[in-house]
């Protein structure tokens, strides 16, 4: 049972496919726009040590086209039509993606969505593109200095702890990393069992359940086991303080 406040006039619903990818579902009249984030259990984290920063490089790539959709601007260019945007991160132990559009175009943008997670192209003229626009992003944060600040927080975790990698890529970590190599990480760490989906909408929540169910359904389910990691990141003897 979920607990809601008195006040709460919205209906909400929690609901698993029977690939186990589990959802969230929020139905409010009030509503202007509907919205989706997907959350994948793998992040930066699971970077292999010769390709840090690839579970970045990955969400960028998942956007550029579906079997489906191939054309590399059929999501964006249908959500600007339909009045929405969308947005993606990657965080230590989970990736996240997420869009909001006009209520209209809801179902079809989750019809998109979805493909994300069922058939991605990850087309190789578009690789370089993405592999710059990662480093750019790193280039950026190297004039923050909170970003910095955390970079040298990571450097002290112990040996051994992933936490030490460098999460965001650039081109020295990513530049000669092969479409097949990508492949191979995304077959691996993305997985129905591992995702969980949000939704919200003015819709009926039996309407949202019907399409997360035929768009979702397709989702391969790989039986990954979900990640742990040790929250013991740094050593007794290396604690320090930064002042």
Partial sequence: MIEKHPLDKSQVRKTTLDNGLKAYLLSDPAFNRSAASMCVGVGSLQDPKTHQGLAHFLEHMLFLGTEKYPDVDEYSTYLQNNGGMSNAYTAGDHTNYQFQVFPDAFEGALD?????????????????????????EYQKNKMNDNWREQQIVFSFARDGHPQQKFNIGNMETLGDIKNDELLEFYNNE??????????????????????????????????????IYDHNVFERKKTFRLV
Avoid at 112 to 136: C, G
Avoid at 196 to 211: G, I, P, Q, R
């Fill in 112 to 136: 998109r969505f979805s493909q994300f997670f069922i058939a991605p192209l990850f087309t190789a003229e578009y690789t370089d593109r993405e592999k710059n626009a990662v480093h750019s």
């Fill in 190 to 227: 993305y997985s129905a069992n591992r995702m969980s989906l949000a939704v919200l909408s003015n819709h009926s929540l039996d309407d949202m359940e019907k399409w997360y169910r035929k768009y979702f359904s397709m989702v391969p389910n790989h039986d990954l086991k979900n990640i």
